[in-house]
């Protein structure tokens, strides 16, 4: 990642506010995204809000913050700008989230929409120049070579925002990473931590949303729940932070207090604490290099009773393998990957697919794809297009083993 430089006015007794635009501000980050800007007004500035369906929270998100901008990305969706507040434009679609990124009203643009989904405002942003703060990491798992390319080439900052990728950053401070030795990302195990891969196969959805510490969109909690969340993350460290696959680790830590470890060459170990709150991440990628006073939860030391570790049963998670050695071959592997594992959660989530069959779809379309090792981003996008398809017909041709709910 490049040395992100400071963005506070040093000279200046009155800091500078930033001016945010927020990709997905309807979902579970895109809220507590606003939540963060509410609390640190003199800060913090909403000047662009996207949304997918969600027009209702939409508009009431407008009429709090006043934005410049809002973008409906979902085309069978109707709003009637006359519902918008005085002075705040509506677009639509892919290249309204364009227009609204590259508006040189706009610093910084965080990156929550979900899924492949929110590459292209993240491409966009990055083309014009704008810091990226990035939860989306589905771009990175898909297009992290060319996306980290850009971001060096137009000399911009990307700052994470997923909780353990904030850690590892914050624990990097004022470190150069030819000192790292390796990081260990945490993960909490999610709901299924403790099950036998004979109980994961009548798992139902439900029990899957039912995430024991994070409260999170419904697509990244499944991911949780198969592991796939990890993998996801083992991949977004490769590209974020330039480290080889071996030198990511993970460990299971059911608490979700310790967000990630680096280990330094010399043996020291640094680590970021925290209750599981996104509001702190989110917080710090807007407000970095500075930390303010903020909504997030604090620890309480007093109620503290253990952590602990435990080291990923891969046998009964197998998504974890399969990042892992997409972080090693990079290529198209990780737009497969992304594509396929997208798809497969739908299946899940609409009835279609068994838990156990979303890492086995995945991995039956990973093996089975043409390897490019170095694709543009059409042919990433035709490799994401592609891996869907396969994963359609898997679905068509396997027996389901749907469990009754
Ligand atoms: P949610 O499902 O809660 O929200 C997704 C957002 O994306 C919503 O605003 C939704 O709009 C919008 N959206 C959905 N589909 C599309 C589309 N096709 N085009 C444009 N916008 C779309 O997800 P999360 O907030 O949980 O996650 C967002 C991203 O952040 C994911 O990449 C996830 O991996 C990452 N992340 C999330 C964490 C969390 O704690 N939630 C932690 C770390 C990373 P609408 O609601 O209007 O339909
Ligand atoms: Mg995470």
């Known amino acids: 990642m490049r040395p992100v430089s400071t963005d506070v006015a040093v000279n200046s007794t009155k800091p500078l506010r930033k001016r945010v635009a927020v990709l997905g501000s309807t979902g579970s980050i895109g809220t507590s995204t606003l939540h963060v800007a509410e609390c640190l007004p003199e800060r913090l500035q909403i000047v662009g809000l996207s949304a997918h369906s969600r027009i209702d929270l939409l508009l009431e998100q407008a009429h709090q913050f006043r934005p410049r901008f809002v973008c409906l990305t979902d085309p069978k969706v109707e709003l009637d700008p006359c519902r918008l507040p005085s002075g705040c434009e509506l677009l639509h679609g892919p290249a309204g989230i364009i227009r609204m990124v590259q508006a040189d009203e706009v610093d910084v643009v965080v990156t929550a929409i979900v899924g492949a989904a929110g590459l292209e405002g993240t491409w966009a942003a990055l083309e014009a120049g704008k810091t990226v703060a990035v939860a989306n990491k589905e771009t990175l798992v898909l297009a992290g070579a060319l996306v980290t390319e850009l971001a060096a080439r137009k000399r911009c900052k990307l700052i994470p925002v997923d909780s353990e990728h904030s850690a590892i950053f914050q624990a990097l401070a004022g470190s150069s990473l030819a000192q790292v030795e390796r990081i260990v990302l945490t993960g909490s195990g999610g709901p299924f931590r403790t099950k036998t891969r004979t109980e994961l196969a009548h798992v139902t959805v439900e029990e899957a949303l039912r995430h024991p510490t994070w409260s999170m969109g419904r697509k990244i909690t499944i991911d949780s729940a198969t592991l796939m969340n990890k993998a996801l993350e083992v991949i977004e460290a490769r590209w974020l932070f330039g480290l080889q696959a071996d030198q990511i680790d993970v460990v299971i830590h059911p608490q979700s207090i310790i967000?990630?470890?680096?280990e330094f060459c010399d043996g020291a170990v640094l680590a970021q604490l925290s209750p599981p709150d996104m509001r702190l991440p989110i917080q710090y990628a807007l407000t970095y290099?500075?930390?303010?006073?903020?909504?997030?939860?604090?620890?309480?030391?007093?109620?503290?009773?253990?952590?602990?570790?435990?080291?990923?049963?891969?046998?009964?998670?197998?998504?974890?393998?399969?990042?892992?050695?997409?972080?090693?071959?990079?290529?198209?592997?990780?737009?497969?990957?992304?594509?396929?594992?997208?798809?497969?959660?739908?299946?899940?989530?609409?009835?279609?697919?068994?838990?156990?069959?979303?890492?086995?779809?995945?991995?039956?379309?990973?093996?089975?794809?043409?390897?490019?090792?170095?694709?543009?981003?059409?042919?990433?996008?035709?490799?994401?297009?592609?891996?869907?398809?396969?994963?359609?017909?898997?679905?068509?041709?396997?027996?389901?083993?749907?469990?009754?709910?």
């Open 259 to 262: 967000h990630s470890f680096v």
């Open 289 to 405: 290099p500075e930390r303010l006073p903020g909504p997030a939860k604090k620890l309480s030391w007093r109620d503290l009773r253990e952590w602990t570790f435990e080291q990923p049963d891969h046998e009964t998670f197998p998504s974890l393998q399969l990042g892992y050695e997409v972080a090693r071959r990079g290529g198209t592997c990780g737009a497969v990957l992304n594509a396929a594992n997208e798809a497969a959660v739908a299946g899940f989530l609409n009835g279609e697919m068994a838990f156990l069959d979303i890492p086995r779809a995945c991995r039956a379309v990973l093996d089975h794809h043409e390897f490019d090792p170095t694709p543009t981003l059409a042919e990433l996008a035709a490799c994401d297009r592609w891996a869907r398809q396969e994963v359609r017909r898997w679905i068509s041709r396997t027996p389901r083993t749907v469990p009754t709910r």
